[in-house]
């Protein structure tokens, strides 16, 4: 018995080949530097949402509408790789954790420069 449910297994399955197919397959030269950070799939596996975090923030519009538009192929390639009765649909969004995760990163260096200054 696995300790973990199917869904949890092929996020991360998906996750990585998902990383990989962006990075080899999709040819577009307006993708910059972007990171898969997360796969969530439903309970009945027919939905996958993929979290992306884009380097540049202005780019994340364009390279949101980029991935969009290859959809086909992706879940195409995706398809060749994993063996599952359905390849999921796939739902590309932009991860907004890493950008709350700094906020929280500069409150705290702020904080810690205003205990300096009163010491």
């Known amino acids: ?7 949890q297994r092929l996020n991360i399955l998906i996750k990585e080949e998902m990383a990989d197919i962006i990075m080899r397959r999709v040819k ?11 796969v969530e799939m439903s309970e009945d596996l027919k939905l996958a949402k993929i979290y992306i975090s884009v380097f540049k923030a202005d780019e994340r519009e364009l390279t949101l509408e980029i991935l969009n538009s290859a959809k086909g192929l992706i879940r195409s390639e995706l398809a060749k790789r994993i063996r599952v009765k359905f390849i999921p649909s796939l739902d590309f969004r932009i991860d ?18 205003k205990e300096e200054d009163i010491s």
């Open 28 to 38: 577009d030269p307006r993708i910059g530097f972007l990171t898969v950070t997360d």
């Open 96 to 113: 907004k954790s890493v950008e709350h995760g700094d906020k929280i990163d500069r409150l705290l260096k702020e904080i810690k420069g």
């Open 1 to 7: 018995m696995h300790p973990y449910k199917r869904s």
